[in-house]
């Protein structure tokens, strides 16, 4: 079955996942960390690209972007490859491409984006780390937490409706990333950003249709039903 196109949409709000090639690693130390992140902000800031928030794992990462142009997006990550791959290839004596083929990417209704930078949060702890995410150092958490201000980050605006006062607003993220997400939410993040799909209610994804062709969700099992005459 041929792959559906990516879809990267000017304005919108992507969570966006790249995998290291045969699970390999893409950061063995502390300074392979420093240098994706720095590689990371440099690029959105060449593309235009804003980034909300981040989760950097030892062979795969999770960004929650917003693009300015409908190339941005694009651009960015290949502008990422080229300056931490080479980096990598460098410092290990190694050739080739680092990533798992093409990154892949979901594009987020603005309402559910504090869910998918909890879904960040959490997920050193989905894979096997034994860490709360406040003590986890390579995530957004301790920005929006507000344990550390990164001026790199543009935090998103849905952060601001948790409270009307920084001591709320924080109170409120390390709240909901301590209880974390329900098994149907991690789900359809997981879904969304894996197979491409809009990640957002009915009428978000009906209004984004409009602008394209590609198909935004999965189809659904059997045979289309007939308009009753």
Known sequence: MARLPRLAIAGHLHHVLQRGGHDQSICSDAEDYEELLNAIH??????????HGYVLLQDHFHLLLT???EQGLALMMQALGRTYVRCFNRKYARKGTLWEGRFKSAVVQPR????VLTFMDQHPQRTGISLPPSDY?????SHYSGAVTHKRIVTHPAYWTLGNTPFAREA????????????VQLHQITDAVTRGWA????EFVAELQKNTSRR?????PGRPRKTPV
Not at 112 to 115: K, S
Not at 172 to 183: D, H, I, P, V
């Open 199 to 202: 990640f957002g209610d009915d």
């Open 216 to 220: 935004l969700v999965r189809k659904t």
């Open 137 to 141: 150092p390579w995530s957004s958490h």
């Open 42 to 51: 440099l690029a959105a800031q060449q593309h235009q690209v804003a980034v």
């Open 172 to 183: 409120a993220y390390q709240a909901a990333a301590q209880e974390g997400l329900n098994s």
């Open 112 to 115: 559910h984006a504090l869910a």
């Open 67 to 69: 693009p300015t142009t």
